[in-house]
């Protein structure tokens, strides 16, 4: 399958609701959340959308990819650091 740029501009509009935000989002802003790179939930939340899978492929380096979905899962200390550091964040700057 193969991508122009009609195609890619028409998937770039398209909106749906963000597990993570609780809001609309367009397929742009899932392509790019991870700063260059595409949210790592990407497939997971267009692939009942449009051929996301395929169109990253197609459109991803193979490091780009790796990075983006290949990453070594986190360790649990790692896990409980950053949600410390965010608790530590919210007490900072309280509403
Ligand atoms: S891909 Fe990421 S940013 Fe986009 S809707 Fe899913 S969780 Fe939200």
């Known amino acids: ?9 028409k998937y770039d509009r398209l909106e749906i609701r963000c597990p993570r935000l609780g809001g609309e989002v367009t397929f ?8 260059n790179l595409p949210c790592p939930r990407i497939i ?20 780009e990819w790796n990075r983006c979905f290949n990453r070594p899962p986190k ?5 409980i650091f950053e949600l410390v550091e965010a608790a ?8």
């Open 1 to 9: 399958m193969s991508f122009g740029c009609n195609e890619m501009e």
């Open 28 to 35: 742009a802003y899932c392509k790019q959340e991870s700063g």
């Open 44 to 63: 997971t939340c267009w692939r009942a959308y449009i051929p996301v899978e395929a169109y990253l492929k197609e459109t991803l380096t193979q490091e």
């Open 75 to 79: 360790g649990k200390v790692d896990t």
């Open 88 to 95: 530590k964040k919210r007490k900072a700057s309280p509403p």
